[in-house]
């Protein structure tokens, strides 16, 4: 029979732990984001939409990213930028959750522009300086026919990033997990 010593049996013991929470793990993703994920997303401002699949199952997808870019752009300065594909992964769950897979989400703000922040930061004390919209990191959004507190609450749950909650709009960012509003 062969003896193993403390640090193996230690080892051993954390891998039996982690091997049982693996099937629980997997389930809830399965549940929350599915293997494909695609976005209807259509801007307040400029009335364009795109819907396009932006991850695969196994990478995100360039094309799609680039169509959801084009559409949270500064359109006051027609600039793009490549937004963080977590926003897109929030939006789909947020959109799941709410059991709206067909409800196109309405963008009010994505990528901001340095020039365009500092201009809406002289009309509004509520615009940050260092705002996330500059880096690609925030959007601002709403589902129409969805009321407010429910999109809000879905933000909520999944307690990661910033969540603000606005009269007429929902704010989520990939920054550290805080809330407002």
């Not at 599915?34 to 307040?44: A, E, G, K, Q």
């Not at 509004?124 to 809000?152: L, N, R």
Request: hydrophobic share 40%.
């Amino acid at each position: 029979m062969a003896s193993i010593n403390r640090r193996q049996f230690l080892a051993l013991g954390g891998l039996t732990a982690a091997s049982t929470l693996l099937p629980n793990l997997a389930h809830a993703t399965k549940t929350v984001v599915p293997s494909n994920r695609i976005l209807t997303l259509s801007s307040v401002h400029t009335g364009e939409s795109a819907s396009c699949e932006y991850f695969n199952g196994s990478q995100y997808v360039r094309k799609g990213l680039l169509e959801l870019n084009h559409i949270c752009r500064d359109f006051r300065q027609d600039q793009a930028t490549m937004m963080d594909a977590r926003l897109y992964d929030k939006l789909n769950a947020i959109r799941l959750k709410l059991k709206v897979e067909d409800a196109p989400i309405k963008i009010i703000s994505g990528y901001r522009s340095p020039a365009t922040n500092k201009m809406l930061r002289s009309k509004s004390s509520k615009v940050a300086k260092k705002s996330f919209h500059m880096t690609g990191q925030a959007i601002d959004f709403f589902i129409e026919g969805v009321p407010m507190k429910d999109v809000h609450q879905a933000a909520m749950s999944l307690r990661s990033g910033g969540v603000g909650r606005y009269r007429d709009f929902i704010h989520i960012d990939t920054g550290p997990t805080r809330a407002w509003g």
